[in-house]
């Protein structure tokens, strides 16, 4: 009787460990986030004052309407972010799909030299060759152009995006094809029609990496980007300075920052499932 109540309560206490460890964990990442909404909305003056109870909600709109102003900058800014990040996320997920599909199914000489290729370049930060990007794309006229940015951040995204795709397409049976071609299936049928949802999963994970890369990225568009009225978010925000000799406003930073964040948040609970989903695809085989 002990013994059968013994694995009883080993159980339980499993939950109760595995619950505590993961409320601990959650506050670990919550109460960051938590507290950068709380100080987005309190004034600059409480903010850089010592921290007392009595102040922490003394709450104000004054930072969000101010940023978010029709005349703002960063209303522009936030515009140009997101034509840019959901360009290369589509321009990604796209290219993505049609190399990891061609390389998975198709053989030819030096495929597996050409996704090593690939792979490789994946070790080699932009960084690193930013001076010959910066003189091709002014030869190629895509400097101060947001198509120029989208096509740059598709191309540091791309690898990435290729090596998901491959090993979704390698986890996809060809039984599925080989039926689809017996009904006269086309490659491209074949893969709006057949794969789609098979493949949607590695798709969104291409796309959802490409679109946080791009979202956050502030050296690329600070290189190619001079004309203010084509800046991305992230250089906007650097420019949130007011007041005299460069005094730094943290509640409009903040408040920034924050708006920065809750497209981003969004996305990821949106497409969670299909983002674990698509990083999987391919580790079991079976």
């Not at 709450?59 to 029709?70: D, E, G, V, Y």
């Not at 049609?98 to 080699?124: D, K, T």
């Not at 490659?187 to 057949?194: E, K, P």
Request: charged share 10%; aromatic share 10%; with cysteine.
């Amino acid at each position: 009787m002990s013994a059968t109540h013994a694995t009883e309560r080993e159980p339980r206490g499993k939950v109760t460990l595995y619950a505590a460890f993961g409320v601990t964990l959650a506050l670990v990442f919550t109460l960051p986030l938590v507290w950068a909404v709380l100080r987005a909305f309190q004034p600059n003056d409480t903010i850089v004052t010592a921290a007392s109870l009595s102040q922490t909600f003394d709450l104000t709109w004054k930072n969000f309407a101010q940023i978010l102003s029709p005349n703002g900058s960063l209303w522009s800014a936030l515009i140009n972010s997101v034509i840019v990040s959901l360009g290369t996320a589509v321009l990604t997920a796209v290219i993505a799909t049609l190399a990891g599909y061609g390389l998975s199914r198709f053989r030819f000489p030096g495929a597996r030299v050409a996704f090593s290729v690939i792979l490789l370049s994946m070790m080699v930060p932009f960084q690193a060759i930013l001076t010959p990007l910066y003189l091709e794309m002014n030869a190629l006229h895509l400097t101060d152009s947001l198509l120029g940015l989208v096509l740059f951040y598709t191309t540091v995204n791309l690898p990435f995006g290729v090596f998901v795709m491959k090993a979704s397409c390698d986890a996809v049976p060809s039984s599925l094809e080989d039926s689809a071609i017996v009904d006269g299936a086309g490659t491209l049928r074949m893969l709006t029609g057949v794969l789609r949802p098979l493949l949607l999963p590695g798709m969104a994970s291409a796309g959802l990496y490409a679109f946080l890369a791009s979202w956050t990225e502030f050296l690329g568009a600070l290189t190619f980007i001079t004309r203010e009225n084509l800046y991305t978010l992230p250089i906007a925000l650097l420019n949130l300075q007011s007041g005299t000799f460069g005094e730094l406003d943290y509640g409009l930073l903040v408040a920034g920052a924050v708006v920065a964040m809750v497209p981003c948040i969004i996305l990821y609970v949106a497409l969670q499932r299909f983002y674990v989903q698509g990083l999987a695809a391919g580790a079991v085989k079976g």
